[in-house]
């Protein structure tokens, strides 16, 4: 039995001041209202009916009964500030400053125990503070050509993270606040039309994702079950390990090739267009692990047929072209006994699209 009753509310505003033709300000305020209330109870039935103090203590060491009521209010008002200066047609310079929040929350699952009993303090979720700096310019040094460069930098205090505990009874994954994560990183990108027929473009982003302290993070994979002094272990300190899901270094490519062409008899562009992804290797773990690490890979995707703005259009895609295996999550799996799980990515794709737009 578990049961969440949850209330937000929101007010907020935006103004573009226009200083200047040249020079706009652009401030921001939000207020929030959270209350979350939980109810969580869990019964275990079944498997072997004894006394035995020893035997039922093994038991309830694979699963037990839990259960435990929980709740959360918060306010939350938050700002942004952004500041544009556009010197001419070509040069667009901007800077921004702005505070966020991911609302308080509470875990409707089985938590990890302490003194035999559901860790409670881990039932209520602290909101995320969220402080981001961004100072970026997009520029169009030629008529058929724009390049952008972006450096941001993002603190988070109390950064929601989806975990799996490695305790024996848990059996499940919980949500927890790390103390602080750092995101800080650059973004460049170019478009290029070389001539009616021909364009191209591409990204490239740096990302530094770490956590700055997180004291309190479930084991990784290679030590569940660990114990000292014959007492299990449930938390590691992982300040400084890496964040997962993000990768180092990943990047975008692509091109097309269009040309006029008729189809059914009606005005279209027949087109033969390859884009691509790349990223290098990332975490897959809350807890960095050495088992759970993926693999950077490259994705490659096309397309051909004729396209329309108005009426009708075909094409023939195809995703991931040179079937590439590859990793999109590896997870601890449920049961905590020391194994995991792969989340796939799709193998080579193909399909065909018709379309006809009004």
Known sequence: KASIKSTSAAAFANVDWKVSEKFHVQPGVRF??????????????????????????????????????????????????TVAYKPNHRINAFASYSTSFKPVGVNVAGLPTKNGKADTSLAVIKPEDVKHYEIGVKTTPLNNFTFNIT?????????????QSPELGVNRGYIANADKVRVQGVEVDANYRVDKHFSFYGSVAYTDAKYVKFTNAPLPLE?????????????????????????????????????????????NKFFVALDGFQRSTFSSSPSPSAYLNIQG??????????????????????????????????????????????????????????????
């Open 32 to 81: 929030n209202y959270d209350k979350k209330d939980v109810d969580y109870k869990r019964t275990t039935y079944g498997g072997l009916q004894t006394t035995d103090a020893a035997l039922l203590a093994l038991k309830n060491g694979v699963y037990s009964n839990q259960s435990y009521t929980a709740s959360a209010e918060e306010n939350n008002f938050t700002y942004n500030i």
């Open 297 to 358: 890979y490259t994705l490659l995707n096309g397309r051909i047929g004729f396209k329309a703005n108005t009426g009708f259009s075909a094409f023939v895609w195809a995703r991931n072209i040179l079937d590439k295996d590859y990793h999109e999550q590896l997870l601890p799996a449920g049961g905590n006994a020391g194994h995991y799980a792969s989340v796939l990515g799709d193998p080579r794709t193909y399909g065909i699209t018709f379309k006809y737009v009004f």
């Open 151 to 163: 450096v941001h930098s993002t603190d988070i205090d109390n950064y929601q993270t989806n975990v």
């Open 223 to 267: 030590e569940t079950g660990k114990t000292v002094n014959n007492v299990q272990v449930a938390f590691k300190d992982i300040s400084g390990g890496a964040l997962p899901g993000i990768s180092k270094w990943a990047s975008s490519f692509g091109g097309e090739y269009q040309t006029a062409a008729s189809l059914l008899g009606k005005p």
